[in-house]
């Protein structure tokens, strides 16, 4: 029997290609490294585009941003965001029996809903589970308000925003993976 590989996408804004040691840098960064060892690196990638939102379109949809209406930087409370009718990897994962999670900065539609710009959320686009911000953590990375799981607010967190996410990872590692899926 054919064993489905595991998939894991990260991303990161303001990153260099040799910016970490497995790429030729000088950042200290063995957890990368390991991962890099253990899996596939890819070293021929480049961005759809110079800023977030637009680069988060072109991963997910695998098509340039401008073709999707994704022009630049989605503002808070902004009609631009990715259209339901778009598929993403994702809802391709999916249909072929994978569980699909989102953990970070969304940045493609408002987040949670709001009635009012009626956005796709992270569960359209395919995602099983999410939790993350609409763009930044608010006030700030330490002590985040703004994160949002499942389409509901948390409300206020202790902690750094990257060990909140890190933690979430864990728990739906340890309560929801299912390694056949």
Known sequence: ECVKPNVLIL???DLGYTDIHCFGGKANSPN???LAKGGMKFTNFYAPA???SPSRTGLLTGRMPSRVGMYNYRAPEQTMHLSGAEITI???LKQQGYQTAHFGKWHLSCLPQDSTLNQPQPEDQGF???LGTENNAIPSHLNPSNFVRNGNRVGETDGYSCQLLANEVEDWLDKF???EK
């Open 11 to 13: 991303l990161a804004d």
């Open 32 to 34: 990368l490294d390991n």
């Open 50 to 52: 110079p800023n977030c």
């Open 90 to 92: 994702a809802e391709l």
């Open 128 to 130: 099983d589970y999410s």
């Open 177 to 179: 993976y299912q390694k």
